[in-house]
């Protein structure tokens, strides 16, 4: 519900719409319609200039804070065509031109006011497509009737409705807002948000001439959102905070990381955060929220850590809802659970250092782990060689997590790996073979157990290969041919399983150069 101060008068809204015998089983907008237009004190008190200016001031505001922040697009929903010029003008005061479209029937007889924002077919038909568009404008679609049924915009969220529904149309209008919603920006919607300036929202049973029993759920107002907020915040300070309390930096990392190393407790604690971090996008920045943040902050830094820990290719800032990816923006360095060490030069001597930094070991396997991800995301393009040793870190991190090794066992392991890739990395130095083919002879050593002269001798007899069919990945031809020479060579040189052993080097050079 939207302010007192706002909301029209009750007792003409029972007088004028509600007592209406025709509105029994509305089944459509013109019948909606015709109620009103007999209800002259509600329509020239829903259109009083001053009322408006107020409402478009709240609007303004409330999109500003709410609604924009969250990447999403709202309806105004006024009593008829004359409101929607009205309110134009008065959100014109507030907001930038460009933000807000009237969208309205033509009428012949329509007076100046109107016909200046009449749309022909193919400019309705464009704004239309562009309001679907994310970040593009407008923003906000001022309608009466045209767009409330059968047009589908699953970004639009916010409906602020300022003309009396009930019945279907009030459903198809909720309908209009309560699409699913999800995007590459981060963008996640799960439910639509209506702002009742009429109060067809005080009586829901009767707004909707339905069973109880199917009317009971469909709306809720935000004081229940602030109730399971505060629930869900309380579950979390009994379930999580137990394990960072009184410690901070590696020492909670610890903690956390060796908690939820069963995929399950993960996973559990991801579908609780994903709940927590909807409703808190929904109510922020509400000042109900204050005393909560400190404590949501670290909820977020707790599942910050996980992901990057445990979901090296996952983007984490980016997993974020909006207003949860500013808070990550304004509190990057705050003490507390904190996020693993960065790794700014991906070398060697960087490796080694996160192996040896005075740090709990669990603190430590991840470092490695997340630094080798990086280490084959950024340079395995040029370097085919590190695609088996990102593997061969994957194989460790699974075991990790499965407790097949605990994490002094898991770091022997990789800091055993980060010393061959030095050596590798020294090997490449000194080869005179193209990256896919010294790819080919660290994977015959490495994976295969081959003996380094005859993977040398392997790799030295496929090197011109990659230069005889340079389009083998996209080419279906060439990735023949260069298969077939493949067989040749493997064959040559003693190799008994050809197809599973080129099947398998040809998938890893495929990977390096997607």
Same mark, same amino acid.
């Given at each position: ?16 719409? /509600?007592?209406? %015998?025709?509105?029994? =089983? ?5 019948? @909606? ?8 004190? &509600?329509?020239?008190?829903? #259109? ?24 999403? !697009? ?23 031109? +460009? ?46 009737? !045209? ?38 920006? =981060? ?21 909707? %001439? ?8 469909? *709306? ?11 629930? $869900? ?48 996008? @929904? ?15 670290? $909820? ?17 800032? !980016? ?16 003490? =507390? ?25 669990? *603190? ?49 392991? &990789? ?32 994976? #295969?157990? $081959? ?36 067989? !040749?060579?493997? @064959?040559?040189?003693?190799?008994? +399983?050809? *197809?599973? /052993? ?9 990977? %390096?150069?997607?």
């Amino acid at each position: 519900m939207a302010p007192n101060d706002l909301v029209v008068d009750r007792e003409t809204m029972e007088r004028e719409f /509600w007592a209406a %015998a025709e509105l029994e =089983g509305v089944a459509d907008i013109e019948e @909606i319609n015709r109620v009103l237009d007999r209800a002259v004190t &509600l329509k020239n008190m829903l #259109k009083n200039r001053e009322r408006v200016d107020k409402i478009a001031r709240f609007v303004a505001e409330h999109f500003r804070k709410y609604v924009q922040p969250m990447g999403y !697009k709202a309806f105004l929903v006024a009593v008829d065509r004359e409101a929607c010029a009205l309110y134009k003008e008065a959100l014109d005061r507030y907001l930038p031109q +460009e933000m807000s479209q009237v969208v309205i029937s033509r009428g012949h007889n329509d007076p100046p006011a109107l016909r200046r924002y009449h749309l022909t077919d193919e400019e309705e038909a464009q704004v239309r497509k562009t309001f679907r568009r994310p970040d593009e404008n407008p923003q906000i679609l001022i309608v009466t009737e !045209k767009l409330l049924t059968g047009y589908d915009a699953p970004i639009l969220y916010c409906m602020y409705l300022d003309k009396p529904m009930r019945d279907h149309v009030l459903l198809q209008a909720i309908a209009r807002v309560n699409r699913p919603y999800e995007d590459e920006q =981060g963008r996640r919607k799960t439910n639509g948000l209506i702002v009742d300036f009429v109060g067809v929202f005080a009586n829901l049973e009767r707004a909707l %001439a339905f069973d109880s029993q199917d009317v009971e759920g469909v *709306v809720e107002g935000l004081e229940v959102l602030k109730e399971h907020f505060a629930r $869900l915040m309380e579950r979390g300070r009994q379930a999580y905070f137990p394990l960072v309390r009184g410690q901070g930096g590696d020492k909670a990392a610890e903690a956390v990381l060796e908690h939820f190393r069963d995929r399950e407790e993960r996973e559990a604690f991801y579908a609780y955060f994903r709940e927590l971090e909807e409703v808190y996008e @929904i109510l922020s920045p509400d000042a109900f929220l204050r005393p909560y943040l400190e404590d949501y902050q670290t $909820l977020v830094e707790i599942y910050r850590l996980l992901r990057s820990a445990y979901e090296p290719h996952v983007p984490v800032d !980016k997993s974020f809802l909006r207003k949860t990816a500013e808070i990550v923006q304004k509190h990057t360095a705050t003490p =507390g659970v904190g996020e693993l060490t960065e790794t700014h030069v991906l070398d060697i001597a960087a490796l080694l250092a996160l192996g040896s930094k005075d740090a709990p070991d669990t *603190v430590k396997v991840f470092n490695l782990l997340r630094a080798l991800h990086h280490l084959v995301e950024a340079k395995g393009r040029e370097a085919p060689y590190l695609i088996p040793i990102g593997e061969r870190a994957e194989a460790i991190r699974r075991a990790f997590e499965e407790r097949q090794v605990n994490s002094r066992q898991a770091l022997a392991e &990789l800091e055993a790996l980060v010393q061959s890739l030095g050596e590798a990395e020294e090997e490449r130095r000194q080869s005179h073979l193209s990256p896919e083919a010294f790819a080919v002879a660290w994977w015959l050593r490495v994976q #295969k157990g $081959l003996a380094a002269d005859r993977a040398q001798a392997i790799a030295t007899a496929v090197d011109p290969l990659f230069r005889q069919y340079p389009h083998w990945t996209v080419s279906t031809r060439q990735e023949g041919d260069l298969r077939r020479a493949l067989y !040749k060579v493997l @064959i040559d040189h003693g190799i008994r +399983e050809v *197809v599973a /052993w080129a099947d398998e080097l040809l998938t890893l050079l495929r990977r %390096a150069a997607a």
